[in-house]
């Protein structure tokens, strides 16, 4: 996986991902169109299909929702790089088939605009902008596999 980075603070919640409003559809497409929409205006207007998502600690804390990781991956986004996640959303970004890493390092030196690449097998997280590598636990092929077919209940 390849794409831009667009990064994030410290605690974002699951309605900051998809804010509650806009629970009355729950339509992939839906929720893409207000992904984020409550902390960047301008994210579903910039984010291109293959982008990273990048924030500090605690990503997706909040509400236990499926929908945050579906507003994420259907937006586009590829991949999320976090310090850490909270555990209900971390479960269920891998039920529905988005890939999540924890890499401190990688997330505390990404910026807006950097270029980032992921490999699930090798466990390696390159920001190509910084010239920077880091590694993490790659997935175990269980794991990879509910990525690779789209989510735990797509067989």
Do not use: Q
């Not at 984010?47 to 924030?55: F, R, W």
């Not at 959303?89 to 910026?111: K, S, T, W």
Request: glycine share 8%; net charge negative; charged share 25%.
């Amino acid at each position: 996986m390849k794409g831009i980075v667009h990064k994030y603070k410290d605690n974002v919640n699951t309605d900051e991902i998809i804010p509650a409003r806009y629970l009355n559809d729950s339509t992939p497409a839906a929720l893409a169109a207000h992904c984020m929409e409550d902390i960047d205006k301008s994210f579903v207007g910039k984010v291109k299909a293959g982008d990273i998502i990048v924030a500090e600690k605690n990503f997706g804390c909040g509400s236990s929702r499926e929908h945050a990781p579906i507003a994420i991956k259907a937006a586009g986004v590829s991949c999320v790089i976090a310090c850490d996640f909270a555990r209900i959303f971390f479960r269920n970004a891998i039920n529905i088939g988005l890939p999540i890493l924890e890499c401190p390092e990688a997330a505390r030196d990404a910026e807006n605009g950097d270029e980032i690449e992921v490999d699930l097998v090798k466990g390696t997280i390159d920001n190509l902008t910084k010239g920077k590598h880091y590694t993490v636990p790659p997935f175990p092929k269980e794991i990879r596999d509910i990525i690779s077919r789209g989510g735990l209940l797509n067989k």
